[in-house]
Structures are given as C-alpha cells and as structure tokens.
C-alpha cells in the first residue's frame, strides 16, 4: 500500500526546498516532485534517514543502507553521514536533474553528469551514478547538521557489546551500522579506533581469547593481520592493520547477521 501522508509529507517538504530556492539555488530549480512508487522492495530505509530532506527519486529496491558515527568531523560530508545505494527506474539525466533542482548549493568542480557534490541547507548531500546489471544504480550520502552529531551510533543499542572483545583501543574512529540484501537480509556492526599495541601483541591476545572458537580462520597478509569465528549466530571478525607505525595501525571489530 502506498503511504499517502508520508508521500504527501515529502511533496510538501520539496515544495518549500523550490521555493526557497529562487532565492539561493544554485541548480535550475526545476526539478519534478518524486512519483509514487509501489512499495520499495529490498531492505527497509533506517527510521532515522532524512527523507524528507534527500528523498530517493523513483526507487524500486534499496540495496543497503548505512548510519556511519565517526570520531573526526574533519570530512567532506561531516562527521555522521546515512549512505544509500538503490536502484531506480528513472534516466540518468531524470536522476541528476531532480537532485540539482533540490540541492541548495553546489560544487560544480566536483560535480559531472553521472554524480552531484553540494548542500541541501546545513546537510552536505552526495550523488553517484553508475549503470548496473539490473539498471541504474544511485548511490547518496547525506551528512548530518553539526546540532545533530551523537557520540554513540544510536543503532548500536541492540548490539551485544561482550561479542568481540577490543583490545588496545586508544583512538575511537567510528561505528558503522549497515544493513545491506545479500543473499538475504545482512546487519553489519564495524568499529574502527587506532591502536598503540603491535601486530605480535595483537595475535597473542586474540589466540589466546579465541583459540577454540567455531568456524576460527586467521589470515595474515600484507596488509595485516585479521581473525574470524562465528559466535551466537554472528560471524566476528577482528583486524588489525599493517601501517608500519604503531600510532598508525588500526584495529576494526566486525559483528555480521544473516536473517
């Protein structure tokens, strides 16, 4: 069934971006209002993500959707950024004419035919374009207002913590919730913070915690050194990377679901 209020919502909320504008737009400003679809098919958009500000134009499956939390604002989109990848049934033109026309400011330098780099108010949006196997696959970013940074990935709450124990946290440098179709419906939990311990440090503490544990497959390569089990119907991974220096190296934590 089709969501009239939350349709109706969205056409309201594009109609004041128009509006708004003529007054400091940088794209045409004509840019269609999104049809109606049929129920999207694939994995569902997160509660949190901003439709109402980046809308998804003629969609017809989600791929997968991600909530990034990230320690440095320092970035190109912020520092907590929702990333979509869909497939739709619009033109490429259609696709890139629609999010010039709601985009508020835009940086040409960045920006081409096939992808879209600017702002929708206070929120730094992104648009690629690419022609996949099924059609035409967008993928969008949109960077949150600074007033709504969190500290924590609010998608973490049902996540259980004692899964993979870190080791040598020193750094936080993000969480990452995504939930992507694969083969089925996948929830992925990465957390990602630099590290002072060594790569040998490293491989005691996890041998020595996880030695015995289902399905435990140790790879060490070039570019580092990385140990997965499967535990309580999750498949852990646990990596550290090869930097050379020890305030470089990094250790990433990987908790995957299959439903």
Do not use: H
């Not at 990848?85 to 096939?114: C, M």
């Not at 929708?120 to 007033?147: A, C, F, R």
């Not at 969190?150 to 993000?174: A, C, H, K």
């Amino acid at each position: 069934m089709i969501n009239y209020l939350k349709v109706l919502a969205a056409t309201t909320v594009v109609l004041a971006i128009m509006l708004f504008m003529g007054a400091c737009n940088d794209g045409d400003g004509t840019a269609p209002t999104p049809a109606p679809e049929a129920e999207k098919g694939g994995v569902e958009l997160l509660s949190g993500y901003p439709e109402d500000i980046l809308p998804l134009y003629k969609s017809v499956k989600i791929d997968s959707i991600t909530f990034s939390v990230r320690g440095d604002g320092n970035y190109v989109f912020g520092k907590d950024i929702y990333t979509v990848n869909y497939l739709s049934s619009a033109s490429a033109q259609d696709v890139i004419e629609y999010y010039r026309g709601i985009t508020t400011s835009i940086n040409e330098e960045f920006s081409t035919d096939d992808s879209l780099e600017g702002s929708i108010g206070e929120n730094p949006i992104g648009v690629d374009l690419y022609e996949g196997d099924n059609g035409l696959e967008v993928s969008l970013i949109i960077g949150m207002k600074p007033s709504e940074y969190v500290m924590e990935n609010p998608y973490f709450s049902d996540y259980p913590g004692d899964l993979i124990e870190p080791f040598g946290r020193v750094t936080f440098l993000g969480q990452s919730y995504e939930v992507r179709e694969m083969d089925g419906t996948e929830t992925i939990y990465t957390e990602s913070y630099l590290t002072n311990v060594t790569k040998e440090e490293f491989q005691s503490f996890y041998s020595g915690k996880y030695d015995g544990a289902e399905n435990l497959n140790i790879q060490d390569d070039e570019y580092g050194l990385t140990y997965q089990w499967d535990s309580r119907g999750f498949t852990c991974r646990a990596s550290i990377s090869a930097n050379g220096e020890n305030t470089d190296e990094s250790v990433t934590t990987i908790a995957n679901i299959k439903k």
